[in-house]
Every structure is written in C-alpha cells, then in structure tokens.
C-alpha cells in the first residue's frame, strides 16, 4: 500500500510541477514554432502514458494485493491485451515522430534566396564564413588547413578569395532574413545551438550538415554545443547578434576576405596566376 500511495503522490507532484514550474522554454527568436508544437505533443503523449502506467500500478498494487486465502491466477499469454498494446504503442510513436518528420524535412529545405553562412567549429571555438560578392563559398579542404588556415580554403580557387572569415565566436545576422547554416567540424562532433532560435544540428567530421532559420527579433543570443566534445566542451561558447540589415552589412564589412588574410607573395603570385 505504501508503494501505490507512494506513486500516486508521484504522479499529482509531477502533473502540478509542469502546470506551475517557473522554469519553461526561453522566449523564441526565429521562425521555428512548429518546433514548439512539436515538443508539445511529445510531452502530452508522454506524460499521459506517465500517469496512466503509473496510476495502473498503484491500482494493481491495491486491486491485486495479497489477502489470506486467495491465490494468483497465472496466465502467461494474452493475445486479446498484447494485440492491443502493440496497436496503443504504434499510434503513439506514429503521431510523436511524425511531426517531428515533417518538422526535420522543411528545417533542411531553406528558401532560395537565403543568406548562406558557414559555421566552423573546433575544439573549443566557433568560427564563420560568408560568401563574398560572387555569392559563391570557395572550395575547402582539410589539405589547406593549419593554424593560420583554420578554414582550409583552396588559394587557387578564384570563387574563395573574396569569401569572408569571421575568426571570431561572434556572429552577426540580418533581422527578418532567412538564413542558411552550412555546418563544419574540424575534428570531433560538435553540435550548433542557440536556445532562442530551437532549431539545431550536429557538426559530423568529414561532411556538411545544414539547416536554416530566420531570426525574428534583434538581441544578443548565446551558441551552445550540445554535443560532448572533449574536456572544454562546456566552454565552446559563443554569439550571435540579430540587428538590422544596415548594421549588419557594416559589421560584415569589417571582416577580413580570404585574400586579405593571405601574406603577399601568395596574394602577388595568385594574381599573376590569374
């Protein structure tokens, strides 16, 4: 009896504790809602399976509980009680992962005319690219990287020369515009998160992953990685700034372009090369 008054009161507690928790989602900056939706009915299927097994328990603690005379009935099938089961558990897989799906799908497929920027990461820091006036990111390879190369841009492609480096762990991006995120790893697997944007993705080594967002409210944002990533992992932080397309085009100019951070016997050749 102790136990299923023990599970009962777990259940209550815990129904009262998400109604009236002072802590919930961080107010949203991007266009990502459905992601919301989606988290709801995750939590609302789950916790209604939470407290109908639990509460079942308690009543079969109570309903089943040993009385002197009376024996257990032992039926180890029930085809009737698994058939059912199996179909409860399906529908409620099917109707968790199915958003989640359609959610994935249109998060990957970014409209066309989206500002494209690629995200670094490394133990333990974030660096950024943006395309420079062509458009176009230049090729990269983990054969250019180095220290001073971090970004491993090919010198000899002309489309990579004005691209624009970003070696910082600030990011700026223009308010009420779609944004793409090419996501890169260095070395391990990192993950790309800001809280307020809800989407994010993981950076795997050896390929480009992507998703896409447009911020949609101007602050100053913390980036998370959300994937452990070595001892400094919880220091592999950075920001991004939403303001603005006029600020942004201003910071933006600030930056270096890959041609500029070249020493200019290497700039000088590339050009007679040209």
Known sequence: MALAIALILIVVASVLFHFVSPWWFTPIASNWDL????????????GAVFVAVNLFIAWAIIRYRHRPGQRAAYEPESPKLESGLTAVTTVGIVAMLAPGLYVYSDMI?????????????????????FPGADGRLGVSDTRFMSGERPFGLDPDDPYGRDDVLVDSPELHLPLGKPVTLLLRSRDVLHNFYVPQFRAKMDLVPGTVSRFWLTPTRTGRFEILCAE??????????????????????GWLATQPSFAQTLPATTAAALSLRR
């Open 35 to 46: 992601l919301d939706d989606t988290i709801q009915v995750t939590l609302v299927i789950t």
């Open 109 to 129: 497929n970014a409209p066309k005319d989206a500002l494209i920027v690629e995200v670094l990461g490394q133990q333990w820091q974030w660096r950024f690219r």
């Open 228 to 249: 452990l990533c070595g001892i400094g992992h919880y220091n592999m932080r950075g920001y991004v700034i939403v303001e603005d397309e006029a600020a942004f085009h």
